[in-house]
């Protein structure tokens, strides 16, 4: 699948190609898992705690830092990937805009060490919860949602190999 995925980085020491590739491979791998066989454009942040609570203020009124942040650009209903996709499609493009996440790398090196989790894991299971936010997922409750999203996530993360 020619997937449209562009990594940017607010600091240029943290741009490495392996991060890319790994997020791009957790991208894919998640989208692959979740159904979705059409192409996609999905625009990845990696910033850090300051550069994400800016976006938090801006975005959510929430003057605090984060791990991650997702933009659905459509309302989709988890597990019901919609079979005609056309009537979501840029017509320019051919893609279907999925939309935009944040993810703090300080956040992540910091939640790695915490939870005893390699940095390769704590970026992965960060950029596979963005993806299924994307697709319709929410764990606003403690409850089914949530599991539900819990579940998929570490199925997701056990096909890549990224095991706690």
């Known amino acids: 699948m020619k997937h449209r995925i562009t990594v940017r980085y607010t600091n240029k ?14 991208i894919r791998a998640a989208l692959e898992q979740e159904g979705v066989h059409v192409p996609c454009e999905i625009n990845v942040l990696v910033t850090d705690d300051r550069g994400i609570r800016g976006i938090n203020l801006a975005t959510r009124n929430i003057d605090k830092e984060t791990d991650v942040l997702s ?3 459509f309302n989709f209903i988890p597990e019901q990937f919609p079979e005609d996709v056309k009537a979501y499609l840029d017509p320019q493009t051919g893609l279907l805009p999925l939309g935009d996440m944040a993810i703090s790398l300080e956040r992540a090196k910091d939640q790695a060490k915490r939870f005893d989790n390699t940095l390769k894991r704590e970026v992965g299971y ?17 409850g089914p949602q949530k599991r539900q999203m819990r579940i998929r996530e570490e199925i997701i993360a056990g096909e890549l190999g990224l095991l706690r």
């Not at 943290?14 to 590739?21: E, F, K």
């Not at 960060?126 to 403690?142: F, R």
């Open 13 to 26: 020491l943290d741009q490495h190609p392996a991060l890319t590739i790994h997020l791009v491979r957790c």
């Open 71 to 73: 933009f659905p650009m």
């Open 126 to 142: 960060l950029t596979i919860h963005s993806v299924l936010h994307l697709l319709g997922y929410d764990h606003l409750d403690e």
